[in-house]
């Protein structure tokens, strides 16, 4: 069973940069596409972007397009956010792309202020 860690968040003001990891243990990702949601409360999980098996192949909600990257290797994947907005405020998490229900981990809080 793959257990999925989240790690990174933090409190920054808008502008500032952050870049979150997922780290996998258990098992690798293997062939999986893998990709990062944020949740807001009162708010249902949203995709925020992925990443196929080599990185052939990256995709992006229209929200963060240009200002987040998404990085993989065999264990790990990242998410570089730049020029962040109050709008990015969140718990971010990892899993796969589409997700299973088995590998929510506890996500990371990502605040950002004005």
């Known amino acids: 069973q793959m ?4 790690s990174g968040g933090d409190s920054v003001q808008a502008g500032e940069s952050l870049r979150l ?3 996998a243990s258990g098992r690798s990702f293997g062939s999986s596409t893998m990709g990062w949601f944020r949740q807001t409360p009162g708010k249902a999980r949203e995709f925020v972007a992925a990443v196929s098996r080599y990185s052939h192949s990256k995709s992006y909600a229209d929200s963060v397009k240009g200002r987040f990257t998404i990085e993989r290797n065999s ?5 570089q956010m730049n020029n962040l ?3 990015d405020t969140a718990v971010y998490y990892c899993n796969t792309h589409p997700p299973d229900n088995n590998y929510w981990g506890q996500g990371t809080q990502v605040t ?3």
Not at 3 to 6: G, I, M, S
């Open 3 to 6: 257990r999925l860690v989240e």
């Open 21 to 23: 990891s997922c780290v």
């Open 75 to 79: 264990n790990a994947i990242y998410l």
């Open 85 to 87: 907005k109050p709008e």
């Open 112 to 114: 950002v202020s004005s």
